[in-house]
């Protein structure tokens, strides 16, 4: 069965703070999917990344960065710098690589970026 | 180019109701699914459809139907509402190939008392 865990419920830090965010994912699928989404506080699914299981590279947008190792089944999420609107649920999400590709959701890390 | 249409945005039903939740993309995608998100949760599959006329049981069907008469539309009913389907309802579409990508809708927040 496939699973992806947060273990972090909430953090909270001051601007300008580094901050990380894990996710440790389970899947028998030799082809699978990792994705980071972000809901603001109004609601809305924004689309942060998707790495393909095949690709290892690590991965820099911004301040945004993405830790993907397969040897521990994680792909954390790092935001440098961190800023107010930065505040949201950031959800990691797995898809399998068959047909259907629905994806399985972690239940989220609530992030507060206080000024 | 307008993406993944949800309708209404917001709904209050009274028990035993039942009503029709509206999903519409125009980017000709064969792939749709319907998704519930509960307060403090991350999503959960309702249904999904992999074409016109084809869709299946996804984690929670429960409570819910689906049909695919066309491409576009991805409409999900609600049989006899109860509180356990207050939840907001994401329906979202995606692409094919190796680098997929997924586009939601806006949600659509149902509560039913």
């Known amino acids: 069965a496939q699973k992806v865990t947060q273990a972090q419920t909430e953090i909270s830090v001051v601007e300008k703070e580094d901050v990380t965010l894990d996710c440790v994912y389970e899947?028998?699928?030799?082809?699978?999917?990792l994705f980071w989404y972000k809901q603001p506080p109004s609601g809305e699914l924004v689309f942060l990344i998707r790495?393909?299981?095949?690709d290892e590279q690590n991965e820099i947008s911004g301040r945004y960065s993405w830790n993907f190792q397969k040897s521990t089944s994680s792909f954390n999420f790092t935001i440098t710098a961190s800023q107010v609107v930065d505040s949201a649920v950031y959800f990691c999400?797995?898809?399998?690589?068959?047909?259907?590709?629905?994806?399985?959701w972690g239940l989220g890390t609530s992030l507060a970026v206080n000024p | 180019n307008a993406g993944v249409t949800q309708t209404p945005k917001f709904r209050i039903l009274k028990i035993g109701q039942s009503m029709t939740l509206q999903c519409t993309q125009d980017?000709?995608?064969?792939?749709m699914y319907w998704y519930r998100q509960d307060p403090g949760m991350g999503l959960k599959l309702i249904y999904y459809?992999?074409?016109?006329?084809?869709?299946d049981k996804g984690e929670v069907p429960n409570g819910y139907n689906v049909s695919r008469s066309t491409t576009e539309d991805f409409p999900l009913r609600l049989e006899l509402a109860a509180p356990s389907q207050t939840s907001v309802y994401f329906c979202?579409?995606?692409?094919?190939?190796?680098?997929?990508?997924?586009?939601f809708g806006s949600g659509t927040r149902l509560t039913v008392v």
């Open positions: 979202a579409s995606r692409t094919q190939g190796v680098n997929y990508g997924y586009t």
């Open positions: 980017m000709n995608h064969n792939y």
């Open positions: 459809s992999v074409g016109a006329g084809i869709t």
């Open positions: 899947t028998r699928d030799t082809t699978y999917y």
């Open positions: 790495r393909n299981s095949f």
């Open positions: 999400a797995l898809s399998g690589g068959g047909n259907n590709r629905k994806l399985i």
